[in-house]
């Protein structure tokens, strides 16, 4: 079997321990070697008055990875001067490491916006697409949408069987994950109010928010908890 290289690409503004929990359950259940976390740079479809400095939110990934061997802080689309699509990531990634698969990891609540995205069609010919979804939630019912009518032609019915076919396609996978109830944008109010944040985020995080002064603006509307990176803020 071909090693298998996870990508989690999102905002990660800031990380936070639903990230990490959703990357490690993704790893022991596909047998990734890896899994990269990559934090977007230019997001093409949200406003960046909210978003922390790209190198500082690269930077608060590390930190939150630096006790997990198994998961990397990967700066691919932070250092890209232009706006960063996943379908160009992926290819990149794809050459920098030639002896893996990279395999997508999605949050489920994409979906519905994936028909926007740069050649979404195509994702399949350069990477897997895993579909992170959480317990309890409807973001990953199917409504007979083009979008889940291509899932499901290139549907794996387990990760024994995510690899290539006869066309050279890869593979789709759902995969059900911890539901934690933790979101970026609660982490920002919080620090906004003065509240604490711990055992939300690693302490390195917390303590990096703290010397640097970050999300000390106004309040804002609160996200649904985030079991990925995106899962629900990568750029597209």
């Known amino acids: ?31 990734l070697e890896k899994v990269l976390l990559v934090p977007s740079g230019h997001h093409p479809f949200k406003g960046n008055d909210l978003l ?12 939150a990875c630096r006790d997990v061997p198994e998961l990397e802080a990967c700066d691919i689309e932070v250092m890209r001067p232009t706006t960063a699509y996943t379908i160009d990531t992926l290819r990149d990634l794809s050459t920098r490491h030639p002896d893996h698969e990279p395999v997508f990891l999605m949050g489920s609540d994409l979906v519905e916006e994936l028909h926007l995205w740069k050649s979404w069609r195509r994702l399949l010919e350069v990477a897997h697409l895993c579909l992170m979804s959480r317990p309890g939630t409807t973001a990953d019912i199917d409504d007979g949408s083009p979008t889940w009518e291509w899932l499901h032609r290139h549907e794996r019915t387990g990760v024994n069987t995510l690899s290539r076919d006869s066309q050279g396609h890869f593979g789709y996978l759902p995969l059900p994950i911890t539901r ?41 509307h609160q996200d649904q908890p985030e079991g990925s990176p995106s899962g629900s803020e990568h750029g597209q």
Not at 11 to 23: E, K, M, S, T, V
Not at 185 to 191: A, E, F, G
């Open 1 to 31: 079997m071909s090693r298998l290289l996870g990508i989690l690409g999102g905002a990660f503004n800031p990380p936070h321990h639903g990230h990490l929990r959703a990357a490690l359950e993704a790893r022991e259940a596909l047998g």
């Open 52 to 63: 922390a400095d790209s190198g500082h939110r690269l930077a608060m990934t590390a930190l």
């Open 180 to 220: 934690l109830a933790i979101s970026s944008s609660d982490i920002r109010n919080r620090v906004r109010l003065g509240k604490s944040i711990r055992f939300l985020t690693s302490e390195r995080v917390i303590d990096y928010i703290d010397q640097h002064g970050l999300y000390r603006g106004h309040l804002e």
